[in-house]
């Protein structure tokens, strides 16, 4: 993402700290917000009431709830102030909840959910916080809510596949493949692939000169993806991104290394070009092209997941809604067949009179 200097160390957030969930190093299910009060898509009434919303927070989350909520645009000068500031104030939310221990991952997100989600709803007309960032805050709540969930966690979600086309194809060639036929289908608005369009360089007599003069093979030249290449893939990516809740959702129920290495593998399968190890590099890096065209796509997406799409908020944010809904269902459904057999029991007995 090229949008701000936080974009860089989101990447790592999301590939690393963020896939603690899937090791048991989740956020507790009190963290998440229960849709319907405070706007169309995010509603932040508790699904269970704990001791932990009870009692005092600790200092950090104190700390958080008021610097989020007395974020004032308006003290700064210019927009470039207000953007460093709102960023700042989500790096500080996401380095807590990263850095807390194990048993107080979950409180913490409990304790400054409300000071979170109404804060980036204030911000988003204003459209100056890193959408990387946003997008992390909101995993980081989703994959809580996913980890103590049953009727979520067997939600079958579209292949990487089905979001991948080559732009001279149309299709993908690995678009046949399906998701894990354990899981029930959620299904969502028609799939439409991002069009990866890259090729190898065209030779000329200009290049070939230029290039002998520098010592470089011509051959690995023409394999060789632009910094101008990579970033307008990420914009292209971005774009593709916005509001794409289906997106979302393989985002969430798949590990950040996961997904970035499968997208690796279908640049393989459909750029036999492309270099696997980072030998042909130009300039002594060994970073492979494999890697920055990956990086590049993971960051658009991730970029464009967190951009609110008005009058709804980001992908992210109405995937948190849906799911939360779907939750609460699960749980009031289950609470009225156990009060069903309790009135059974007590009718049996001869204590129940109605």
């Not at 957030?13 to 009060?37: E, F, K, W």
């Not at 009225?336 to 309790?342: D, N, P």
Request: glycine share 8%; hydrophobic share 40%; aromatic share 6%.
């Amino acid at each position: 993402m090229m949008s701000s200097p936080a974009a860089g160390r989101t990447v790592d957030m999301q590939g690393r700290d963020l896939n603690r969930g899937d090791n048991n190093r989740v956020p507790s299910l009190n963290a998440l917000a229960l849709p319907g009060s405070q706007d169309k898509n995010e509603n932040t009434g508790a699904l269970v009431k704990s001791s932990n919303e009870i009692r005092k927070t600790a200092p950090a989350g104190d700390y958080l709830i008021a610097a989020l909520a007395d974020f004032d645009p308006d003290q700064f000068e210019s927009f470039a102030a207000i953007s460093d500031g709102a960023n700042k104030l989500l790096m500080l939310v996401l380095a807590v909840v990263i850095k807390a221990v194990a048993a107080r991952e979950h409180e913490i997100l409990a304790e400054i959910r409300d000071a979170v989600f109404s804060f980036i709803r204030k911000m988003e007309p204003k459209k100056v916080m890193d959408t990387m960032l946003v997008s992390c805050v909101r995993i980081l709540y989703i994959r809580s809510l996913l980890a103590r969930s049953p009727e979520l966690q067997s939600i079958k979600v579209s292949s990487v596949e089905r979001f991948l086309e080559k732009a001279n194809d149309g299709h993908s060639r690995s678009s046949s493949r399906g998701s894990s036929p354990s899981r029930s289908l959620v299904h969502y608005d028609s799939v439409h692939g991002f069009k990866v369009n890259i090729k190898p360089e065209k030779k000329s007599k200009l290049s070939s000169i230029v290039l002998k003069l520098r010592g470089i093979d011509q051959e690995t030249w023409r394999h060789h993806v632009t910094g101008g290449k990579l970033r307008e893939i990420t914009e292209e990516a971005k774009a593709f991104a916005i509001g794409n809740k289906a997106l979302a959702a393989l985002f969430v129920h798949t590990p950040a290394g996961e997904l970035q290495r499968q997208i690796r593998s279908w640049l393989v399968e459909n750029y036999d070009f492309l270099s696997v190890v980072g030998a042909d590099s130009i300039s002594g890096n060994s970073t492979s092209q494999l890697e920055l065209l990956s990086t590049a796509i993971m960051d658009g997406w991730m970029a464009g997941l967190g951009i609110a799409r008005f009058p709804s908020t980001d992908a992210l944010g109405q995937l948190l809604s849906k799911y939360t809904k779907r939750v609460y269902s699960s749980q009031l459904q289950h609470l009225k067949i156990i009060i069903g057999l309790l009135q059974s029991k007590l009718v049996g007995g001869g204590e129940l009179n109605e």
